[in-house]
């Protein structure tokens, strides 16, 4: 019986070739992103944002009313509550600012969300209770920083490590690559205004970790091929080394991607968020792998000499003895 092969052996794309339009437009989604993030924000779920959660499903709606939701929740004092659908389209969430006052009172955050439920079923009688969480805005300001050091602290370890085993120019690739990855991740939940929360962190760390491990089994055959083949220019040499790990990272992205599909489209709605993120951290990871991580080792001035030790006075003179004896 013969394997099936998704990448024949003799593969050959000049991936190389179009580095540079490449380079251009993920730098300009990496812009887009972060203007994205800097001016409609990120829509924080309690866990960052504090104050008080209720979500609710109208059993008998189709709909849920949110701006009716809105405009009766507003009028309770708290501010202008955020309303949105949670999951099915009858599900909402309605998140409210506490109070200075509600602050290290106990009971009285749980109370407010009672109230808002009150309010609600007096209008809407057939509503389902689903939650009523709640979190300070001090442990919320908590969350969000170490949520942000989690971050830094692991893409410049990652960025660490390979410059350890690689060299430096490596270090910067990789780091590179991974900004590029969490760049459009965040420019995705900025866009769509999907909750971000700590689920989502936790979707970028390993998001963090998927597109290390790509980038290292390419880097690995960069380092072997630069050993074998010193007068390859290294564009061809980089695109001999993509190639040769192409069969591996579509065998990979394929088996993650069979198991994210269905949870992404049939999954629970409180695990669309992780799975978006994961989905779409499976998708540019591995395309930064390729045209992030490769490319940025021909502008850092990687050469085909990089990994070859450099000959010391000893052993010049150890070959001139020898070619010595030789003669």
């Keep these: 019986m013969r394997l099936l092969k ?6 050959n794309i000049k991936f190389l070739k179009w580095r540079l339009p490449f380079y251009v437009v993920s730098c300009l989604l990496i812009a887009a992103s972060w203007g994205l993030v800097l001016t409609k924000g990120l829509n924080y779920g309690v866990d960052f944002a504090g104050g008080q959660e209720v979500r609710l499903t109208f059993e008998q709606r189709k709909e849920a009313p949110i701006p009716a939701l809105r405009e009766l929740v507003g009028g309770l004092g708290y501010g202008t509550p955020v309303v949105q659908e949670f999951g099915e389209a009858n599900q909402v969430s309605i998140r409210v600012r506490l109070p200075e006052e509600a602050e290290g009172v106990p009971g009285a955050a749980t109370e407010i969300g ?9 209008e809407y009688p057939a509503v389902r209770r689903d939650g009523n969480d709640t979190v300070s805005g001090k442990v919320a300001s908590e969350f969000r920083s170490d949520a942000v050091l989690a971050l830094v602290l692991a893409m410049l370890g990652v960025a660490l490590y390979i410059w350890i085993r690689f060299e430096w120019q490596f270090g910067v690739g990789a780091l590179f690559a991974l900004f590029h990855d969490v760049s459009l991740t965040l ?6 205004q999907m909750e971000f929360s ?9 998001i963090i970790g998927y597109s290390l491990n790509d980038t290292i089994v390419v880097y690995d055959r960069i380092r072997e091929n630069l050993k074998k083949y010193r007068k390859m220019h290294l564009p061809e040499l980089l695109d001999l080394s993509v190639n040769e790990t192409l069969a591996r990272t579509v065998m990979t992205s394929l088996t993650l991607a069979v198991a994210l599909i269905p949870l992404l489209f049939f999954g629970p709605a409180s695990l669309f ?6 989905f779409l951290g499976l998708v540019v990871g591995t395309y930064s792998s390729v045209y992030m991580a490769a490319p940025m080792l021909i502008w850092l001035g990687v050469n085909s000499d990089s990994f070859v030790p450099e000959e010391t006075i000893a052993d010049k003179q150890e070959a ?7 003669g």
């Design 6 to 11: 998704l990448v024949p052996d003799d593969t």
């Design 198 to 206: 700590l689920q989502i962190i936790a979707a970028i760390l390993a």
């Design 273 to 278: 968020g992780l799975t978006a993120a994961i």
């Design 114 to 122: 009672n109230q808002v439920i009150r309010t609600i079923e007096g």
């Design 187 to 192: 420019g995705m939940f900025a866009l769509f």
């Design 320 to 326: 001139a003895a020898r070619r010595m004896s030789e």
